[in-house]
């Protein structure tokens, strides 16, 4: 079932939101004009990452400093597990996640 997130007008570079879809908070982000959603939550411990800081394409985690590199959201650091990425889907003037 598609749930719509936001409408594709509103996305611009640096875009960041959050939501709750079917119980888990996800983090839509615009990153080199790409549209990414991922859980809002660092794999490391689980901060929440809508705080990140965004250094070109490498999301740094304010916590313990963790580093992701997007959109791949792989770690830098070699121990730590990869972000967790959800697929997004294209419907009409809408950008959404199929749940
Ligand atoms: S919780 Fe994100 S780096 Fe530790």
């Known amino acids: 079932m598609f749930f719509p997130l936001e409408r594709l007008i509103n996305l611009h570079e640096g875009y960041r939101q959050t939501f709750k879809v079917a119980g888990r908070n996800l983090l839509l982000m615009v990153v080199d004009n790409q549209p990414l959603l991922l859980e809002d939550s ?20 304010q916590r313990h400093g963790m ?8 770690a830098s650091q070699p121990s730590c597990p990869s972000l967790k990425m959800f697929g997004l889907v294209y419907d009409g003037a809408s950008i959404g996640v199929d749940v």
Not at 42 to 61: K, N, W, Y
Not at 67 to 74: A, D, K, V
Request: one cysteine or more; hydrophobic letters at 30%; a positive charge.
């Open 67 to 74: 580093e992701f590199q997007l959109p791949s959201g792989r």
């Open 42 to 61: 660092c794999p490391h411990q689980g901060a929440p990452l809508r705080t990140a800081t965004l250094m070109g394409t490498v999301l740094r985690c």
